[in-house]
């Protein structure tokens, strides 16, 4: 029998990413909807919250706290819990008495606020300790241990029902494989972190195409415990040309009785989540075989209302394509992909023999294309901010391949080369991070190589 395991299967938003944190506005948006969609947990641990993470010794002004008594009293007031979490692991000193202090002194600013719930967080940090650390602890995972079950107790002896949760710094598989924090690492913390206290995992990697039953069974021997599963199937804070509104998948419906959680790490952006989060609420709480693309058509079918124009209106069908454009980190939906095709067939085949497939596959993608000149002209205007470069960026691919297949289907220029006045080198695909992208290109397997070829919007004109 595992120990440490809850009552309270936790399932909610980790505003967890990196990136401008979510406004206090958007907060209670997303609480409203997890009320509405039976999630009861939200986790606030932005990185780039600087005291959360950068600086995170030094104590929240007096405005800082009343803008998180605000967001905790939202949160009960819905009946959802509020769970702080702290990530001192860039440069927390373990066997210092004055950090563990600090750590306390943190806590008891928001306990007072009225959180009872919390976090210590140790991701995304050098696997590496100070000498004295070294000394007292002799691994990484003692240490981190030791001072989150310290802390753990301080705060159960002031809120004895607090549910305390522990992010290690390998937090998938792939971290694991690479020692990253040490030899016997999760071995180390399953064995000595406090069973009351919760373990985060990710799953096979950072962000996982799927999780398994056998893969968390696995686990849970070396945790001794269930985990607690901070999925990032959606998060695009590594990607900044990327959102993603396909919905949950990859997770079979079994999954939630063998975690002691599942909660989500989505898109920075928060208007860009209103189809990841209703799928995963759906997720969680329903019952039965999981049709994920079935989810997503009803999320889009209620998302659909706020894509209302100033012009001429945008239709479902249309959503749903430019949706697909945006899926999921490892597939596109399936109008996408089947757009992406029958491009990709056009152009392998020689001009003369296009024939009247040019003109409908046109067609195709000005319908896509002028869908995307119209995001402009939304009434919601924070859902255009947040689209607006992502969505010029695949009008202008979009646009570059119609004047490819429009200059190419005339028979007077099969054999000429092309060029666009629209996309033109330097303004086009370029700048340093094009120019770094076309260095090493991706292979079959996931490795890297080199591409050959120098950007020209990296190289200076010497002229």
Request: proline share 6%; charged share 25%; with cysteine.
């Amino acid at each position: 029998m595992m120990t440490g395991e809850s009552n309270s299967f936790l399932s909610g938003v980790i505003e967890g990413f990196y990136g401008p944190p979510w406004t206090q506005a958007e907060r209670l948006e997303l609480f409203d909807w997890m009320t509405q969609w039976g999630l009861n947990t939200y986790l606030y641990a932005p990185k780039d919250d600087l005291k959360q993470r950068a600086i995170w010794r030094k104590l929240y002004t007096q405005a800082e706290l009343d803008a998180l008594r605000e967001v905790i009293a939202e949160c009960h007031q819905r009946g959802l819990r509020f769970v702080y979490a702290v990530s001192p692991g860039l440069d927390i000193r373990y066997s210092s008495e004055t950090d563990l202090e600090r750590l306390k002194h943190r806590f008891a600013q928001v306990m007072a606020l009225g959180c009872q719930d919390f976090g210590l967080f140790f991701d995304d940090i050098p696997d590496r300790l100070e000498v004295e650390d070294i000394q007292r602890w002799g691994s990484l995972a003692s240490a981190q241990s030791q001072i989150t079950n310290t802390v753990f107790q301080w705060v159960r002896e002031r809120s004895p029902t607090s549910r305390f949760l522990f992010c290690p710094t390998p937090y998938c598989s792939r971290m694991v494989a690479a020692k990253l924090g040490g030899e016997g690492y999760l071995p180390t913390i399953g064995a000595e972190l406090l069973p009351e206290i919760d373990i985060f995992w990710t799953g096979p990697d950072i962000i996982s195409r799927d999780i398994t039953v056998t893969h968390i069974k696995d686990l849970q021997g070396l945790l001794g415990r269930k985990p607690l599963i901070w999925d990032n199937l959606h998060a695009n804070d590594y990607d900044g040309r990327r959102f993603y509104c396909g919905p949950y998948d990859g997770r079979p419906p079994e999954l939630r009785a063998e975690v002691s959680g599942l909660m989500i790490n989505p898109n920075t952006e928060f208007p860009l989540n209103y189809v990841p989060l209703r799928t995963f609420a759906a997720f969680v709480n329903g019952a039965g075989e999981w049709d994920s693309r079935a989810a997503y058509l009803a999320a889009m079918r209620e998302w659909f209302p706020r894509f209302a124009t100033v012009g001429r209106p945008v239709t479902f069908e249309e959503l749903v394509t430019f949706g697909d454009c945006y899926y999921l980190p490892y597939q596109e939906g399936p109008e996408a992909q089947n757009l992406y095709r029958r491009v990709q067939a056009l152009l392998a085949k020689d001009p003369a023999h296009w024939g009247a497939e040019a003109a409908v596959l046109r067609a195709d993608i000005a319908c896509l294309r002028d869908f995307c000149a119209r995001m402009a002209e939304l009434r919601n205007r924070p859902l255009f901010n947040a689209l607006s470069r992502r969505v010029w960026e695949l009008r202008e691919e979009l646009d570059l391949l119609d004047r490819y297949i429009a200059y190419k289907a005339d028979s007077a220029n099969h054999e000429l080369p092309f060029s666009s006045d629209f996309h033109r080198p330097g303004t086009y695909r370029g700048g340093m991070v094009a120019g770094l992208q076309q260095l090493l290109a991706p292979r079959s397997g996931g490795e890297l190589g080199p591409a050959g070829g120098i950007s020209a919007g990296v190289v200076a004109d010497e002229g």
